[in-house]
Antibody, heavy 126, light 107 residues
């Protein structure tokens, strides 16, 4: 059974850097189809995709946040890490990681996000 | 970038009603469209992938249709556990993107 679990600080101050960890179990991050996305959801609002990393370490980011985001992984620890710099109160949200199968298909490389963590809530406040 | 527009943003319905939610992409995404259900304080759950492929364990009352840029999620007979928020998401190209969500409320 594949599971993902997010961890990180519940509270960060404006201008600080947020670092979140997604710990994956039940599948290796080196599995050829194993991609992991980060998604966030401000209170009462829609989901926003942030970034993805593939099994071969290909990275992609939401262009609106690209300058602030870094995604990386440690396969030996089964962890995917997201860093977001210069945090602002508007970044207050629940942050999720999700398995995103990432492999060549007919006209795409992706399918649906089929396993999600429970999410971690981050509040940005001084 | 592909923009996803869902409608309506909310709807009121009763148990037993047939409900449809639409999702429109800003360009052709073929059938690379997924639907999720989210209940309060929970993570989204993938219901349908590739526009019409129901995931294992999803009740048969849920169905997805469409291709190109227009897609529909239909619940044939609404059940109490279906009152939730539903999101569409395109998986055709990066950056991946979600619709704004449709909240189904009890009438």
């Amino acid at each position: 059974q594949v599971t993902l679990r997010e961890s990180g600080p519940a509270l960060v101050k404006p201008t600080e850097t947020l670092t979140l960890t997604c710990t994956v179990s039940g599948v290796s991050l080196s599995n050829v189809k194993m991609g992991v996305s980060w998604i966030r959801q401000p209170p009462g609002k829609a989901l926003e995709w942030l970034a993805i990393i593939s099994s071969s370490d290909e990275e992609s980011y939401n262009p609106s946040l690209r300058s602030r985001l870094t995604i990386s992984k440690d396969t030996s620890k089964s962890q995917v890490v997201l860093s977001m710099t210069n945090m602002d109160p508007d970044d207050t949200a629940t942050y999720f990681c999700a398995r995103t199968p990432y492999y060549p298909r007919s006209r795409s490389y992706f399918t649906g996000m089929d396993v999600w963590g429970h999410g971690t809530t981050v509040t940005v406040s001084s | 970038d592909v923009q996803m527009t869902q409608s309506p943003s909310s709807l009121s319905a009763s148990v037993g009603d047939r409900v449809s939610i639409t999702c429109r992409a800003s360009r052709n995404i073929y059938n690379y469209l997924n639907w999720y259900k989210q209940t309060p304080k929970e993570a989204p759950k993938l219901l349908i992938s590739d526009a019409s492929n129901s995931r294992s364990g999803v009740p048969s009352r849920f169905s997805g249709s469409g291709s190109g840029s227009d897609f529909t999620l239909t619940i044939s007979s609404l059940q109490p556990e279906d009152f939730a928020t539903y999101f569409c998401q395109q998986s055709h190209s990066l950056p991946l993107s979600f619709g704004g969500g449709t909240r189904i409320e009890m009438k």
